[in-house]
């Protein structure tokens, strides 16, 4: 009868704590930034060089009209929010704050993301040494592993569980026990990682990056967003199933 309490007690907490560790890692909601700095958008007019005509050069295509990225000051906010998959930016009021403006109720059609495998920290695009490049970009593989050996252990332990159960096999239940504690130090050591990463990283650099330069006084804010919240509240959740089920395994061993 205990076994069978410690071992419900012990599904339903890790099932909440593994699913609170999808959902950290499948939402980009970890980094939530803001800052006055304004937004980019795109300059019909510009004029530059024509290189690759360059050997038939006339006036008439010495320049031409060509779409540039500039930034252009605004009475909105460029509010930001990114995660292991996406890294977006929006406009927004200046009176809303960062954590209400990016619940998806409030998501806004002209939100623009890019790719963000492998975050945190920005690596070079094109040639190194460059302007954006970070020496501490190998920091983001060992993010990713961690994150990603987390993940793999708390579904394997999950899954051992459930074949545990009916059967009740102290192997299994001590094993699945193993996994789960396993992804919760994973995870443990991942959250630390992250707070070092946003503490000691220069996160105006990472925000603003190549809009920096236009605005050498702006100071962004930068927030925990609720990703890293619900992956610290499954810490605990996966770590006392996981003490449920390896010692639920030792007493169904000693029991025989």
């Known amino acids: 009868m205990k076994t069978g309490v410690a071992a ?8 909440l ?8 890692f ?17 300059s019909p007019g510009t004029t530059t060089p024509n290189t690759s005509a360059a050997t038939h050069v006339t006036p008439t295509n010495i320049s031409e009209s060509v779409e540039v990225v500039v930034t252009e000051p605004s009475n909105q906010v460029t509010l930001h929010h990114e995660g292991f998959f996406w890294r977006c930016e929006f406009q927004a009021e200046p009176s809303m704050h960062v954590i209400l403006a990016v619940l998806f109720t409030n998501q806004p059609a002209s939100k623009v993301c890019i790719h963000g495998y492998l975050f945190p920290l920005p ?13 501490t970009a190998v920091y983001r593989g060992f993010w990713t592993v961690f994150i990603i050996l987390a993940l793999v252990a708390g579904l394997i332990g999950g899954f051992l569980l459930v074949c545990a159960v009916p059967f009740t096999s102290h192997k299994l239940y001590r094993l699945g026990g193993i996994f789960l504690i396993t992804a919760a130090s994973l995870f443990l050591v991942l959250v630390v990682l992250f707070v070092l990463w946003k503490e000691l990283v220069d996160m105006r650099g990472y925000i603003l990056q190549d809009r920096g330069m236009d605005c050498l006084d702006v100071q962004p804010e930068a927030h925990y967003g609720w990703s890293f919240m619900i992956a610290t509240a499954g ?15 030792r007493h169904l061993q000693r029991a025989k």
Request: hydrophobic fraction near 50%; proline fraction near 7%; charged fraction near 10%.
């Open 123 to 135: 690596v070079a695009v094109g040639p190194v040494p460059h302007p954006m490049y970070d020496a």
């Open 17 to 24: 704590g593994v699913l609170c560790f999808l959902v950290a």
């Open 235 to 249: 810490i605990p959740l996966a770590l006392l199933s996981g003490l449920l089920f390896f010692f639920t395994g």
């Open 8 to 15: 419900l007690v012990g599904g339903i907490v890790g099932g």
């Open 26 to 42: 499948g939402t980009d909601y970890w980094l939530l930034a803001s800052d006055d700095c304004g937004g980019r958008h795109t």
